[in-house]
């Protein structure tokens, strides 16, 4: 990954180009977990092009991953500022807000990102997980349903359906 991470960012011969670079070796540190070097970049991409979504989100996905959902939040809010239509920052956006046990706000970014992208599982498993925390198994239960109607191998989904199903009695 850095090989190819450092090969981009030498190949990027315009402003575009190198903030495509930044944001790709933050990402690179982000996925290393090396938190100060992945903001860093990340943060020198939004120097150059302060109307970034995904380096907004990406910033985002790098906070939050560090166990910053304050900041996580703040960057997702960013990222959905400049593009209302940014699905995955809504996703995330919502993930973030389940870490800090804000489930209202959590299931309203998952209905967002199941607007925008209705056949992806991930997001009704993950509402249905807020569902769960929130204490609405029934509701839960039936995110669980549609996660597994869409991704049958979805073992998760299946294990959290059948505590929501215990729960619900």
Request: no cysteine; proline share 2%.
């Amino acid at each position: 990954w850095l090989q190819n991470a450092a090969a981009t960012f030498r190949r990027a011969d315009n402003a575009d180009g190198l903030v495509n670079a930044l944001n790709n070796l933050g990402l690179v540190y982000k996925n290393l977990r090396e938190w100060r070097e992945a903001t860093r970049f990340l943060e020198q991409a939004l120097k150059l092009n302060p109307n970034n979504a995904q380096a907004y989100h990406d910033r985002g996905l790098a906070y939050r991953d560090k166990g910053d959902s304050g900041r996580a939040i703040a960057d997702f809010d960013q990222a959905i500022k400049l593009d209302a239509n940014y699905t995955i920052a809504y996703y995330n956006r919502g993930l973030a807000y389940r870490d800090k046990g804000d489930y209202d706000r959590a299931i309203a970014d998952f209905d967002q990102s199941i607007k925008f992208s209705p056949n992806t599982a991930t997001a009704w498993h993950d509402r249905g997980l807020a569902f769960r925390d929130k204490g609405d198994s029934d509701r839960a239960i039936r995110d669980f349903d549609q996660a597994i109607k869409l991704d049958p191998k979805d073992a998760r989904a299946r294990y959290f359906q059948a505590v929501a199903m215990d729960l619900s009695g």
